[in-house]
């Protein structure tokens, strides 16, 4: 949430992105803390932490600290399923499994992903900001895409990460009311996922610790390295999950404690495994354990930020968008919340190279 006054503060905080970053990742709870905590909490506002570029995050965080209460998010903004017949989930998970199963385990020195967020601006002010603070007189829906790629470096746990961003910023209004009382205001810039619709792209490039990529399982981080070695059956998959869980039920770091919904635990997981270089065995496996989940819904068809055509599944107001032809997640979202869009994923040989696929 931001201001116009936003620029000036990401452009003094520039010359100090990695200690931003270093600071903000070193202090921040586990992200899936934070997602279990306000599913099972029913918060539907909370930002997906691993959509946010991992480097320049920091300066967005940090610049929002002094203007978050004069630009709130608010909305809905997601795309609706259409109708259609009715799908069954049980059937469309086993499927996806069989899918992921057929393709390839492929490997490389860098995995690669470009995300969009998508997010609401304007309306009403949520329940959290300052007191004094003044909504603004229009909405708006915004979104900007991030490039990463994480090495990892040999010899060590580590990884050498580059982030570009925000790319391809944009803005669009629900009504030409709202346009004109934002040109009204002196259009303003607005908060956009990494900056605002006026900042320009960046590159942090640096070497850190890998917990700053790792993947989360409830409170548990899985070691950068360790990530295409999960396990690959459904048996020993369900077996080390239900470890971490049963563990997190007992309470976990920085004072979670896991749903008592094994399956709700699972899904809230999922799309960081996902979006993560796992093996096809393991996201095979996943889904398999997912289509066992009662509370788990496919909502019907929708169309993502990209206008790709997907399958929603719903629990607990989180909401995961795959791609029926290739099991690959495409959005993950949550109810009145921002919605992160997976562009592009997949290994390549060098820092700075696109896959080919």
Known sequence: ????????????????????????????PAPSVLRAREVTASVRRRRPVRGIALGLGAVTAAAAV??????PSGGSGHHQAT???????????????????????????????????????GGPLPSNVKPG????????????SHEDWICGLPGTTDVRLRSRGPLDARATFPTKKDEAAWRAAG????????????????????????????????????PWKSVPNLPATKADLNSHLRGLWQQ????????????????????????????????SGTRSSLYRILADCPSLRATGRV??????????????????????ATARLMEFDETGGDRLTFEKQGWVDTIGALPTR
Not at 66 to 71: E, F, G, K, N, Y
Not at 133 to 144: G, I
Not at 196 to 203: E, G, L, Q, W
Request: charged residues 20%.
């Open 248 to 279: 997190d039920r007992k309470g976990g770091a920085h004072g979670y404690t896991a749903p008592a919904d094994y399956c709700q635990y699972v899904f809230v997981a999922a799309w960081d495994l996902f979006m993560a270089p796992t093996s």
């Open 303 to 324: 169309t993502d930020s990209q206008g790709r055509r997907g399958v929603a599944l719903t629990s607990e107001g989180v909401r995961l968008v795959v791609d029926p």
């Open 187 to 222: 259009s303003p810039p607005l908060d956009v996922n990494g900056g605002t619709t006026t900042t320009k792209p960046f590159t942090v490039t640096y070497d850190k610790p890998s917990h700053i990529a790792n993947p989360v399982i409830g409170s548990f981080e899985i």
């Open 133 to 144: 603070a003044r909504p603004l007189p229009f909405r708006a829906s915004t979104a900007a």
């Open 66 to 71: 002094a203007v978050a209460a004069t630009l």
């Open 1 to 28: 949430m931001k201001s116009d006054q936003v620029n000036a503060v990401i452009n003094a905080l520039k010359p100090a992105v990695d200690e931003l970053a270093d600071a903000a990742y070193e202090r921040r």
């Open 83 to 121: 109708p259609s017949a009715a799908i069954d989930t049980r059937a469309f998970l086993l499927a996806s499994a069989d899918t992921a199963a057929k393709q390839p385990t492929t490997h490389g020195t860098c995995w690669y992903k470009r995300t969009r967020m998508s997010q609401e601006v």
